[in-house]
């Protein structure tokens, strides 16, 4: 997540109201607008590209399908209606897209992209949670958020050249769900609220909530729960006894509409750095994987100590051949600036593996103090 800048939220409607789906009794006027911007990274390249324009563009890894491991980071549009999609490999994506035009990411791009669009939602002088390069909502006290949610995506295209769709709820999760009712509408605005929730969401399996997969969800399953209305109406007890007293009752929330009200604009502080790799060819050499370890961790102490930050903890990422993962860490004897104590720790966590299996990918992480 990236960093905001401005205050909260000022309307907090109480948790009550929220669970007891009175909200629609209430005169509300302050909303939650979720920003979500269209096909971003292939839009970012056909900007400064215009002739790509209308012609299937993904964009993932070196832009070479030829080569293994690399997958598919964005597809624009016309690619999708192919079956591409994000995560797919570039070598199945070049199959099932023939005609598609491949081209590497660029990070910087995409940074100074979304940096602009942010400056332009910050131009409303409203308080702006930035999720990501494509995400962020924006909190509002308005008796017409669709009109706002229309000049938001008028002056993000007029002074950008970019597109998005806004979503509009009481709460962050129905704003984002939202969204996906505006990628939908031809207006590419829409709102989500306690007056249409259920009717719109209700007979949904529970997966298409936001924040529940597929794993919670076949959980949910189990226990007769596969609509959102099963999950709304279910009994909060049997779900805390189910899956806990903290999870359960957040389950019977997010069915319910979700309870996150407050935009956080304030600068965070990032609490860890990582970096991780995979490789072309399986590493079978245990000197090979020590030394991609030592520059992995390298490399993240630079960016580490480049912010005056310090190092408290080590943790090294292995994926072997079988995709099997593991994550190990170890804490160092008190926080340092000193890129070859990390290193020597990463070295002794490392160790403690016993790979046996060749490794596809490996990545370290550092924590902060």
Known sequence: MRPGYSTAVAWNPSAADIRCGSLSRVAIESWILHVDLDQFLAAVEIRRRPELRGLPVIVGGDGDPTRARQVVATASYEARAYGVHSGMPLVRASARCPPAIFLPTDHPAYDAASAEVMAVLRGFDLPVEVWGWDEAVLGATTADPESLARR??????????????????????????????????????????????????????????????????????????????????????????????????????????GTSRTVQTEERVAKSRSKQVTFPSDLIDPAEIAAQVVALTESVCRDVFA????????????????????????????????????????????????????????????DLA
């Not at 970019?162 to 709102?191: N, Y």
């Not at 090294?316 to 004897?333: C, D, H, P, Y």
């Open 152 to 257: 938001i995506r008028a002056a993000v295209h007029q002074q950008t050249e970019l597109t998005c769709a806004v979503g509009i709820g009481e709460t962050k999760e129905r704003a984002k769900m939202a969204t996906v009712f505006a990628k939908a509408s031809t207006e590419r605005v829409f709102r989500l609220w306690s007056a249409n929730w259920l009717p719109l969401m209700g007979d949904r399996p529970v997966t298409d909530l936001w924040g529940i997969g597929k794993r919670t969800g076949t959980r949910l399953g189990a226990h007769g729960l596969t609509t959102v209305t099963d999950l709304a109406t279910a009994d909060r007890d049997d779900l805390a006894a189910w899956f806990g007293p903290t999870i359960g009752p957040r389950l019977r929330a997010l069915a319910r509409g």
């Open 307 to 366: 912010d005056s930050r310090l190092a408290s903890q080590v943790g090294v990422i292995v994926r072997t051949s079988t995709f099997f993962t593991q994550t190990k860490t170890g804490k160092l004897a008190e926080p340092t600036n000193d890129p070859g104590v990390v290193v020597a720790k990463a070295i002794e966590v490392l160790a403690r593996f016993g790979i046996t299996r060749p490794v596809r990918l490996l990545g370290v992480r550092v």
